[in-house]
């Protein structure tokens, strides 16, 4: 801390991402990467070299990728907001729509960078905890609010919520954004895009980080109202007027198109993660049901804590948060099928200690 700082900067708490080590031969699950390599036809995008003209600015207004993504979710082009990861398209959205008088909802366990967003804001934020199964409860939203915020499927726990509950929340906040972090949802939940025309208040955010391998690149879009979308776009262009660039819109247009790759990594990763769930269950853990690239595991009597340190020795890196409520869980990411079977390995032998 110096004197030269902002009081704001002072009382910041700013969001800690999970750690990327410099490690040969680790086995990273602690930040839910997807563990295949993006489409070929990404890397080659990016090759065309002589055609991307890296002196110029890119297009401020994304058209291209915007189109793309339009065509891929068939909806308009003026309904799409696209940003340097969903991490920035989030950052905007706090400030253009869930900065308002009334408390903005969030869940206990959820991501934690929702409530970062709302101290850097300083936006006024009510805490809903989640029921004793870790469930969203659509009733606990019916109260006094400016706006509501939830992954869906929820991180860290993967629980997915169907479209019906999703419309519950809707129908009961008609006059406030709704906004649903789908970053998971390709890992086998339902869109909720398909309501967007339904209901004006609803706004659905994704991203090319997790379910099309491009965490590197940063491209994040955000889906809605038209009227919501202009809203994200006068911030936007309040703050940064290029935040897609010459590279990553091109990757993202070639890996939005290979529909093929994309099913059959998704494919892949869910197997996987039957599999996974199916070992732990078996070995002594209480597993949540997940619909994301990631398992929420506690062991009956071995602390999480142990369990993390001990797979970190064998250069295995999971997630463990030391928080209220989740302390006792590991958050795992589901890994290529050869990391899975190195990764229950290692549990089996750290299990007969
Ligand atoms: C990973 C993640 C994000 C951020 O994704 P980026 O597009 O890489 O910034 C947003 N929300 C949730 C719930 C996530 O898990």
């Known amino acids: 801390m110096s004197k030269f700082w902002s009081d704001l900067v002072q009382q910041l708490n700013p969001y800690i991402p999970g750690e990327q080590p410099k490690i040969d031969g680790l086995i990273k699950l602690n930040t839910n990467e997807n563990p295949y390599p993006p489409s070929a036809k990404v890397y080659e995008a ?3 070299a002589n055609n991307i003209k890296l002196a110029l600015y890119p297009d401020p207004d994304a058209t291209e990728l915007k189109e793309s993504i339009a065509n891929y979710y068939k909806v308009k082009i003026d309904q799409i907001f696209v940003g340097n990861g969903s991490d920035e398209v989030l950052a905007h959205i706090f400030l253009a729509l869930l900065k308002k008088e009334s408390p903005l909802l969030l869940p206990d366990i959820s991501y934690s960078f929702y409530s970062v967003y709302c101290s850097l ?6 805490i809903i905890p989640l029921d004793n199964k870790f469930r969203i409860n659509p009733i606990d939203y019916k109260v006094n609010n400016g706006a509501i915020i939830f992954p869906n499927p929820n991180a860290p726990t993967g629980i997915l919520l169907s479209l019906n509950t999703i419309e519950e929340i809707l129908t009961n906040n008609l006059s406030s954004v709704v906004v649903v972090d789908e970053a998971y949802i390709d890992f086998g939940g339902k869109t909720s895009i398909c309501l967007i025309n339904k209901y ?5 955010v994704q991203t090319f980080s997790k379910s099309r391998s491009l965490a590197g690149l940063r491209v994040g879009f955000a889906i809605g109202n038209k009227q919501l979308i202009s809203a994200l776009e006068i911030v936007k262009n309040s703050f940064n007027s290029y935040p897609m660039n010459r590279l990553s819109m091109p990757a993202a247009i070639a890996a939005i198109k290979d529909e093929k790759y994309f099913q059959q990594t ?3 990763i869910i197997k996987t993660r039957a599999e996974l769930t199916k070992f732990l269950t078996n070995n002594d853990f209480s597993v949540i049901s997940s619909m994301a690239n990631f398992v ?14 001990k797979l970190r020795e064998q250069k295995i890196i999971v997630r463990y948060f ?3 409520r989740i302390n006792k869980y590991l958050r795992i990411s589901i890994g290529t099928e050869k990391q899975n079977s190195l990764l229950c390995n290692s549990l089996k032998k750290i299990l007969a200690e």
Do not use: E, G, M, W
């Open 46 to 48: 990016i090759s065309r």
């Open 121 to 126: 804001y300083q936006i006024n934020y009510k």
């Open 200 to 204: 004006p208040n609803l706004l659905v």
């Open 266 to 268: 998704n494919t892949a």
């Open 296 to 309: 929420f595991a506690k062991h009956k009597s071995i602390k999480a804590k142990t369990i993390a340190n």
């Open 322 to 324: 030391d928080k209220p």
